[in-house]
């Protein structure tokens, strides 16, 4: 997922006052950020609920039936309907952590490396950052995640979604309103099932050369595949992204913080005139939270 400045930037090397000027202007450093950043939060993709934490945490219900207490009756013309009274789920809470860093850059390496040091700067912080909450996210997932379906070995691209599909079909006819149709791997396993897809002619040639390129996610036979190397477990998931939970952000402002467009890293870059340098800051203020621990199945004996 790429990103687009809305005024086109100086081609060539960038002076060392063009520099300054940069990293004086929040809203071009926070651009800056979301232009060099390739790391995503994977949290994001696949806990896509956006949560309010204002105040610092958050209060959510787990675990609700999905079906009401008792059956619809025959409604005679003008009688009344009964009235069922929907279960609550079990009260959980959380509380949100600010997660960042700073690195100082001084006006020596500026005037001395240019560009390529103050993109190495913006990108150290904001990929940590995305690297940190991605694990925080994932160890999440695969606490509260606790059911599971042995598929079989995986040596081949029909075997796998043979077995996918078999634990699709007996999620639907417990009848919990799921659809488990994105599969998270290791980015060891996410090879091999793309190679096994390929090799399988399971994917076209166009969408087989984006899934090398690791351009991600991939579909593929109603499924989406993703990878992130912040995955936390041995077995890959196979979760419901909308019903699964959501991540909880906090807006706790503060002067200065500008949002780098859509990796949820916010950032900062303070003036000190005193070391001669610059504070670049990245933080994010969040927690993942599963709301539904039916909607993902980890998926053991793969052989991937």
Same mark, same amino acid.
């Given at each position: +997922?790429?990103?687009?400045?809305?005024?086109?930037?100086?081609?060539?090397? *960038?002076? &060392?006052? @063009? *520099? #300054?000027?940069? =990293?004086?202007?929040k809203q071009r450093v926070a651009k800056r950020i979301a232009d060099l950043t390739q790391m995503r939060f994977i949290a994001d993709y696949l806990l @896509?609920?956006?949560? !309010?934490?204002?105040?610092?945490?958050i209060f959510y219900e787990t675990g609700e039936e999905v079906f009401a207490s008792d059956d619809p009756e025959a409604i005679a013309p003008l009688g009344e309907f009964p009235l069922v009274t929907l279960e609550d789920g079990e009260v959980a809470s959380a509380r949100t952590v600010k997660w960042g860093l700073d690195t100082m850059i001084s006006d020596e390496k500026i005037a001395r490396q240019g560009l390529i040091y103050v993109n190495k700067g =913006?990108?150290?912080v904001s990929?940590?950052?995305?690297? #940190?909450? $991605?694990?925080?996210? +994932?160890?999440v997932i695969?606490?509260?995640? &606790?059911?599971?379906?042995? &598929?079989? &070995?995986? $040596?081949?691209?029909?075997?796998?979604?043979k077995s996918i599909l078999t634990i699709q079909a007996e999620r639907a006819e417990?009848?919990?309103?799921?659809?488990? !149709?994105?599969?998270?791997?290791?980015a060891d396993q996410y090879a091999a099932i793309i190679g096994m897809l390929i090799d399988d002619k399971a994917l076209p040639r166009e969408q087989g050369e984006t899934a090398i390129a690791g351009n991600l996610?991939?579909?593929?036979?109603?499924?989406?595949?993703?990878t992130t190397p912040h995955f936390q477990?041995? !077995?890959?998931?196979?979760?419901?992204?909308? @019903?699964?939970?959501? +991540?909880?952000?906090?807006k706790i402002g503060g002067p200065g913080y500008v949002s780098a467009g859509g990796v949820g890293v916010e950032s900062k870059n303070i003036r000190d005139d005193d070391a001669e340098g610059y504070k670049l800051r990245g933080r994010r203020v969040t927690v993942p939270v599963v709301l539904e621990p039916l909607a993902g199945v980890k998926l053991t004996g793969t052989g991937i």
């Open positions: +997922m790429g990103y687009t400045y809305p005024v086109k930037h100086p081609e060539g090397k *960038l002076t &060392t006052e @063009q *520099l #300054h000027m940069l =990293l004086a202007n @896509q609920g956006r949560l !309010d934490a204002t105040g610092g945490g =913006l990108m150290r990929n940590t950052i995305v690297r #940190h909450v $991605d694990r925080v996210a +994932m160890a695969a606490s509260k995640v &606790t059911s599971s379906f042995a &598929t079989g &070995t995986w $040596d081949s691209a029909g075997k796998a979604v417990a009848g919990l309103g799921l659809e488990l !149709d994105t599969v998270a791997l290791r996610p991939v579909n593929a036979l109603g499924l989406t595949w993703a477990g041995s !077995d890959p998931l196979l979760v419901d992204r909308d @019903q699964l939970g959501g +991540m909880a952000d906090e």
